[in-house]
């Protein structure tokens, strides 16, 4: 067990290490001058000169980019140019709110995908199994703007509107407030509930044919029991691998959910990076979804090994 971690742990630090690289490569070639965009447009070109140098711009590549991955061994993300204030506490500060939508969008997703995955499994070829793949059909086109936007109007626009009553607030934030977390949720937990469906159908159905599942039917095992406790438990691998995609992903931001309900997560603090083009700040913010995505995925590998021994080998 110990060595499989290990080599898990390895290559999650390759991972990471490819990534800082690209990041940096990427954002070197870029057309942006951080030094003007500090300056601004009206700065004289001596002016620029000098802050690209005291920012050590000037140097040759492969001396800035060592610099730059030896301060982020350190922990060390940069310097924000717009905001002035280092990267890592700007990144800290947004974490929370989207580790709190992060939680509700995957509680969304798992509630709406999986029983209806289980149901569709149930009655193959039914009306019921044509409607549930129908709606993950509907949520997987439907673009998640465009529901958030859908969902403001309905249930926070309109009751204002037409009962001077807000159901949800049209935006904003508050630490663990549901009324505020609502609707950004079910944004994100929609559009995701979509695969959930799909994968639990298939692999449910794949379960429910195999043979242990026959021999808990002929001893006259309940049907909840044969299809919670023991298809649905081995159904749960790639369930589990998705949850774990997801929850990165989410954790490092879900930039067009937290755009439409202006929820101050670390997906929001990278656009307005990209739009200000604040360098430092693109690539933390680059480098601690990956590291979210890496950690996830990680925590999901170490899953398995216990759960199924066999995966060590």
């Given at each position: ?301 170490i899953g398995y090994a216990i759960v199924d021994p066999r995966v060590r080998l």
């Amino acid at each position: 067990m110990l060595a499989y971690v290990s080599r898990r742990l390895v290559w999650a630090v390759v991972v990471l290490f490819v990534v800082a690289l690209l990041t940096f490569v990427i954002a070197f070639v870029l057309p942006a001058d951080p030094a003007r965009v500090i300056a601004g447009p009206h700065a004289s070109d001596a002016d620029v000169s000098r802050i690209r140098h005291a920012l050590g711009l000037d140097r040759p590549f492969f001396d800035q980019l060592l610099d730059y991955l030896g301060r982020v061994l350190r922990g060390d993300f940069g310097h924000s140019y717009k905001q002035d204030r280092d990267v890592l506490p700007l990144i800290v500060q947004r974490f929370p709110a989207t580790l709190q939508l992060a939680f509700g969008g995957i509680v969304v997703e798992l509630l709406v995908g999986i029983p209806l995955g289980v149901l569709a499994a149930l009655r193959r070829g039914r009306n019921s199994d044509r409607l549930a793949t129908m709606f993950s059909i509907v949520l997987i086109a439907a673009p998640s703007f465009w529901v958030g936007y859908l969902l403001l109007n309905i249930l926070a626009f309109q009751p204002l509107v037409n009962w001077n009553l807000a159901l949800f607030p049209l935006s904003g934030y508050k630490p663990l407030d549901l009324q505020y977390l609502a609707l950004p949720a079910l944004t994100l937990g929609f559009s995701g509930a979509a695969y959930y469906v799909r994968l639990t159908r298939t692999t449910m159905i794949e379960e429910m044919h195999k043979d242990y599942v026959r021999t808990a039917r002929a001893k006259g095992a309940p049907p909840p029991r044969v299809t919670w406790r023991h298809a649905f438990r081995n159904s749960l691998p790639p369930i589990l691998t998705q949850l774990g995609l997801d929850f990165g992903t989410f954790l490092g931001g879900v930039v067009v959910v937290e755009n439409v309900f202006s929820w101050p997560g670390i997906g929001r603090l990278a656009v307005q990076s990209i739009v200000t083009s604040d360098v430092p700040l693109i690539m933390g913010t680059v480098m601690f979804g990956t590291l979210c995505i890496v950690l996830a995925n990680l925590a999901v590998d170490i899953g398995y090994a216990i759960v199924d021994p066999r995966v060590r080998l």
